[in-house]
């Protein structure tokens, strides 16, 4: 993991700098690579990783709003903190998806909360699972994974790149899959809350309506209830 941070301000980055290297000792983790960065242009300039940034809004030549829309369209999974001592901002950082909004002067418990939530959506994203099928076994990043779909004695694994047809059952998915991604809707599928597009009482469309997963109605409140709390912990 590599987390970058980008300020005008050295005394920013400095106690930012701080902040996180305490967050990560205070919960006995190592402490990722962090880079720091005093304008948007050499942050731009960087061709490594980026995977958590934090981001001055106000600073000489490019803004943190370009800046910010330019890193999603490099890399739509890279989560952007916000920082700044100026709400109306706020509308506009929103707009390329930032994963949190700090406001100055930092308050470290609030920023230590974030940094757990980051790390959970960032585990996530990153995290491979074997596929094993008839012809050999394949690593994904649970991200690619769409649903998991019995057919008969089949078990379908759909994701973004192709369908696999499982040699495992089941259950041996539901004990694989991170519990706060996935969800068992019926007997029959397993989904992947970042693919879902909309839900009624019985249906469940996902990956722009390409696949569509049965809803048992006797779920329906729990997989509501269980899908809005993943979207609260992916703002």
Request: net charge negative; charged share 25%.
């Amino acid at each position: 993991m590599r987390i970058l941070i980008c300020d005008d301000d050295t005394l920013m980055i400095e106690q930012l700098q701080r902040y996180i290297e305490s967050y990560f000792k205070s919960n006995h983790l190592k402490c990722p690579q962090l880079d720091s960065f005093t304008c948007g242009e050499s942050l731009l300039a960087d061709q490594e990783e980026k995977d958590i940034v934090f981001l001055d809004i106000e600073m000489p030549g490019m803004n943190g709003i370009y800046v910010g829309n330019e890193l999603k369209k490099a890399n739509k999974n890279v989560l952007i903190f916000v920082i700044t001592s100026y709400s109306e901002y706020l509308d506009d950082a929103m707009r390329f998806d930032v994963f949190r909004y700090l406001s100055k002067p930092l308050d470290k418990q609030r920023l230590f909360r974030n940094m757990k939530d980051a790390l959970i959506c960032y585990n996530s994203i990153t995290a491979k699972i074997p596929v094993e099928t008839k012809q050999g076994v394949y690593s994904l990043l649970t991200s690619q994974i769409i649903a998991i779909e019995a057919q008969g004695r089949k078990v379908i694994v759909h994701t973004t790149l192709q369908d696999f047809n499982s040699i495992h059952t089941m259950d041996h998915w539901l004990k694989q899959l991170p519990e706060n991604s996935f969800f068992q809707t019926h007997r029959s599928f397993i989904v992947n809350f970042e693919h879902v597009v909309d839900f009624d009482h019985s249906t469940i469309h996902l990956s722009d309506q390409q696949i569509t997963a049965y809803l048992t109605r006797r779920k329906y409140s729990a997989f509501k209830n269980a899908y809005l709390l993943y979207l609260e912990s992916m703002r």
